[in-house]
């Protein structure tokens, strides 16, 4: 056997509500695959905002006087920040709705 994904105790393990209920893969595990993929989705998107600051703030340093790249440099700065502004506000609205309504939209749940 090349890959064991789960040893017999394992398997044994009932969780509910989650993705393991008794070892046998079903329809179900599709909610937790999106699940574990949307999870780290808006702190990943802001990694890639604070790498792409990062870089356009070295080719701003090293645009030196080509009017080009210090435009395109700004312009993947600017982009960043919108980003970063967005996805901020998106979480503020999220969090604003799990606090006026008790429904908590930011913990991802199927039934």
Known sequence: MLFQFASPAYAATTWTGDCVSDGVATIQGLTCVLKN???????????????????????IINAGSDPK???????????????????????LILILIKNFTGADVTNLQFQ
């Open 37 to 59: 993929v949307i999870s780290p989705l808006p702190a990943l998107i802001a990694l890639a905002a604070v790498g792409m600051i990062i870089m356009a703030g070295l080719r």
């Open 69 to 91: 790249a210090l435009a395109g440099a700004w312009s993947s700065f600017t982009y960043a920040i919108i980003g970063l502004i967005l996805l901020s506000a998106v979480w």
